[in-house]
């Protein structure tokens, strides 16, 4: 295994701990109801290190805590187009310890134009009121070269199944994104 995939995911692993506070696996992985809907469309305006362009997510629910995800982004810089896709699954559980929370765990597959890879990843959504959630997660990606990014958002319910967003990820690259986000059962 690649020493730099070997740290990163380490750190991985210590985040989850870290974030499950004394939680064992058991409880972690327990069904149970969650705080969220992850049946939505989402379209955002992305600024990335000089690039820019917009975004389009689809997320939607296929068993009971589990939600396929596809992500593509269309980026252009001084003429120079790059078309992004990721497919995944993520896993998504109410927090035991703190039942407005859901912990979310992904994996899938990224391309970037001809290049391949993988990403996994581990974060959290969080109710701070009726109309306001916090995301935060760390991604391991591994296209291109392999980098690991913290991401951060917030959304703001503008009326029931609309939400608007701004969202940051810090990383071997920045990009800031605005967008709106529409959900349905």
């Known amino acids: 295994m ?22 064992s696996a058991a409880e972690l992985f327990k069904k149970g109801p969650s705080v969220f809907n992850y049946n939505f469309v989402e379209l955002k305006y992305i600024d990335a290190d000089g690039a820019d362009g917009l975004g389009l997510v689809g997320s939607a629910d296929i068993r009971p805590n589990i939600a396929l995800r596809v992500d593509y982004s269309k980026l252009e810089e001084r003429g120079f187009d790059a078309d992004g896709l990721r497919l ?7 927090s035991q310890a703190y039942p407005q929370a859901d912990w979310n765990f992904a994996a899938g597959l990224d391309r970037v134009e001809d290049e391949g890879g993988i990403f996994l990843s581990a974060g959290t959504r969080y109710a701070l009121s009726d109309v306001i959630e916090l995301n935060a997660s760390l991604t391991l990606a591994t296209v291109f070269d392999t980098d690991l990014t913290i991401s951060v958002a917030g959304f703001y319910e503008l009326s029931p199944g609309l939400s608007a967003f701004v969202e940051t990820d810090f990383g071997d690259g920045s990009a800031i994104a605005l967008g709106a986000r529409f959900y349905w059962r």
């Open 88 to 94: 995944g699954a993520t896993y998504y559980i109410q």
């Open 2 to 23: 690649n020493n730099a995939i070997f740290r990163y995911t380490s750190a991985t692993v210590i985040a989850i701990a870290l974030l499950t506070g004394n939680a």
